[in-house]
């Protein structure tokens, strides 16, 4: 019974979750979503008491996949703190470039009803803050000036480049947001001679 139930949910907010980002969250109805979660109306509401709080739930996972895939970005790209860094970006070039991307989930979750409904607005906050600390994290450790400073550059560099990826299409605002980002760590003290001379002894 139990497994029965987890299931049902996972799949009313997986299905949800494509359809909002999709669609649009005001433009989908319940029915959509049960209709491609394969539940009833009754089990949706059993599970979520109405569609905001489905959508928060949709939020949470995607939160939560989000953080996800960032660390094992990270965990892939070694020891070294700014080749780290650096590596994020050559994710978030790899992301933007796909045909499936339409931009990040949360903020246009936020866009569309961040005015109406707080809890949206805060997810998507709790998500881009979660980025910037693991930036600054990696910029102390790297022994990188003013880390927090430089933590908030390199997050808005990545959003201002999914929004440009999202209006224009295509793979150049990844690859130029992950130039900028290099340019912003050697501005900050970091020496990529160093880092190829640690990859070549490795």
Not at 86 to 97: N, P, Y
Not at 104 to 113: F, G, I, P, T
Not at 124 to 130: E, I, L, Q, V
Request: proline share 2%.
């Amino acid at each position: 019974m139990t497994g029965t139930s987890v299931s049902a949910r996972d799949r009313l907010v997986q299905a949800a979750a494509d359809l909002f980002h999709e669609a649009g969250i005001v433009a989908t109805s319940v029915d959509e979503v049960v209709a491609a979660a394969g539940v009833s109306k009754p089990t949706l509401y059993a599970k979520f008491s109405s569609k905001s709080e489905l959508l928060l739930a949709v939020l949470a996972s995607r939160d939560a996949a989000r953080r996800q895939v960032l660390t094992d970005v990270l965990e892939r790209a070694g020891r070294d703190p700014a080749a780290q860094i650096l590596a994020v970006f050559g994710w978030l070039a790899r992301w933007l470039a796909e045909e499936s991307f339409r931009g990040c989930a949360l903020v246009n979750a936020a866009a569309e009803l961040g005015g109406v409904e707080p809890g949206v607005r805060e997810a998507a906050a709790r998500n881009k803050a979660w980025v910037r600390a693991r930036f600054a994290a990696l910029a102390r450790r790297a022994g990188l000036a003013a880390p927090d400073a430089l933590a908030a550059s390199l997050l808005l560099l990545m959003e201002g480049a999914t929004t440009m990826a999202l209006l224009e299409g295509g793979g150049q605002a990844g690859r130029t947001a992950r130039a900028a980002a290099k340019r912003l760590l050697v501005a900050h003290g970091y020496d990529p001679a160093s880092d190829q001379r640690g990859q070549a002894r490795r």
